[in-house]
Each structure stands twice: as structure tokens, then as C-alpha cells.
């Protein structure tokens, strides 16, 4: 009967150092992955820009006719007609800015979204190897404790009184449960 608890505790032993080896590898070994943010390749439409400068230049262009045709009273009209088209041109760069200000933060979102999905599914990783990890190690501590006490009991007779007398652990333990406390110095 010991035997087969001694082979048992055995194999325990030895299952828990396995499961211990293989999650330390795996944790020792595990690479990171790399997500990518899929808003990295996006800039800022220039087409609304492009429509915005376009529509200027048209309005430039009609304003410019009609003060040629009024001649010198025109050309008192010339300084709004050309401020009307700078306003025109800034309304198109702020859009420009305006759009890659929201790309950036889009950007900025997106890649702490990333970075929070890839600590999580870490965590979630490497909290199931640490966990292997640990249950290799009671496996161990389990396998230890099974095969010392069926270490006891077949090489101490597992009960002999000190009459018996047979050199065991039995009497090992049998002589210090029959000690006094206070014979122990500490």
C-alpha cells in the first residue's frame, strides 16, 4: 500500500515540476503582440480645400470684372473684393487644420484603445501561465507530502509502539510524542 502512495506522490512530484517548467517557459518566452492603429494612415481631405480656394479664385475673378467695368469707382471696391478672397483662402486652411486636429485626436484615441486591449489580453496571458505556474507548485509540494508520508509508512511501520522497537520512523516519531514539552529548548 505504500508503495503505490510512494508512486503516486511520485508522479504528483514530478507532474507539478512539468507544469512548473512549461508555464515558467511560456512566460519567459511570451512575446507581445503588436495591434496596429488602423488610424495612422489618415490625412486631412484636401478636396472641401480645394472646392473652398476654387470658389474663391471664381469670386475673385467676377469681382475683378465688375470693377474693371466700373472703372475708377472700382478700384475703390478692390481692397473688399481682395479681403473677401484672403477670408475665403483662411476658411479653407482652417478646415484643413481644423480636420487634422480631429485626425490626431482620432489618432491619439485610438492608439489608447490599442494600448488597453493589448494590456488586458497580457494580463489575461500571463495571469493563466502564473496560475500553471502555481498549480505546478502545489502539485509539487502535494507530490513531496504524499511520498513522505508513504516514506513513513512503509519504513516506520506507521503506528509501531517503542516496544516494537524496529528502528523506524514510527519510533522516531512515537519517542517525541512521548516527550514532555517542556523537555524542548528553543
Not at 2 to 22: D, E, K, N, V
Amino acid at each position: 500500500m505504500g508503495t503505490a502512495i510512494a508512486i503516486a506522490g511520485g508522479a504528483q512530484l514530478a507532474y507539478g515540476i512539468y507544469q512548473s517548467q512549461q508555464a515558467k517557459n511560456k512566460i519567459e518566452n511570451y512575446e507581445r503582440q503588436e495591434l496596429v492603429n488602423t488610424a495612422e494612415g489618415l490625412t486631412p481631405s484636401t478636396y472641401k480645400a480645394q472646392f473652398m480656394i476654387q470658389e474663391a479664385n471664381k469670386g475673385l475673378s467676377t469681382t475683378a470684372e465688375a470693377l474693371q467695368s466700373a472703372g475708377a469707382r472700382g478700384l475703390q471696391l478692390l481692397p473688399q473684393a481682395v479681403g473677401q478672397y484672403q477670408q475665403g483662402i483662411e476658411r479653407a486652411g482652417i478646415d484643413l487644420d481644423m480636420q487634422g486636429n480631429q485626425i490626431e485626436l482620432y489618432k491619439a484615441q485610438q492608439g489608447e484603445r490599442i494600448q488597453q486591449m493589448q494590456e488586458r489580453r497580457e494580463e489575461m496571458e500571463l495571469g493563466g501561465y502564473a496560475q500553471q505556474y502555481a498549480t505546478g507548485q502545489q502539485n509539487i509540494a502535494s507530490g513531496l507530502s504524499t511520498g513522505l508520508a508513504a516514506g513513513v509508512m512503509q519504513y516506520g511501520g506507521g503506528g509501531s509502539n517503542t516496544n516494537n522497537n524496529n528502528g523506524g520512523w514510527g519510533d522516531v516519531f512515537n519517542a517525541y510524542a512521548n516527550t514532555p514539552i517542556q523537555s524542548f529548548k528553543m
